[in-house]
């Protein structure tokens, strides 16, 4: 079984920045896609930045040239830089990953359970 952990959330003011790590631990044979979501209260989870094995990245407009996604493949890690934040940043953001438990299973979504980012005055 697989877990994914996110850390660094927490309450920043407009401005501000803040860093998440998400570990990836247990049963993974391989990873493909990493990447973060979130979801604020009354909307749909939604894409906040991805970045595949190639380097290749995603970014939602919304945080286009204000987030930055990195990955460490040896560690299972990525993480999100977040500069200049905005309270419509305001979400739980979830660390996402496509994996392979086991050389006998396919690849599959895994979540974290959410870390709160908060910004406010």
């Known amino acids: 079984q697989a877990q994914l952990v996110e850390s660094g959330g927490g309450l920043v003011q407009p401005g501000g920045s803040l860093r998440l790590s998400c570990a990836a631990s247990?049963?993974?044979?391989?990873?493909?896609?990493m990447g973060w979501y979130r979801q604020a209260p009354g909307k749909e989870r939604e894409l906040v930045a991805r970045?595949?094995?190639?380097?290749?990245?995603n970014y939602a407009d919304s945080v286009k040239g204000r987030f930055t996604i990195s990955r460490d493949n040896a560690k299972n890690m990525v993480y999100l830089q977040m500069n200049s934040l905005k309270p419509e940043d305001t979400a739980l953001y979830y660390c996402?990953?496509?994996?392979?438990?086991?050389?006998?299973?396919?690849?599959?979504?895994?979540w974290g359970q959410g870390t709160q980012v908060t910004v406010s005055s």
């Open positions: 996402y990953a496509s994996l392979r438990p086991t050389p006998s299973t396919w690849f599959s979504d895994h």
């Open positions: 247990g049963s993974i044979f391989s990873i493909n896609d």
């Open positions: 970045m595949a094995l190639s380097g290749r990245t």
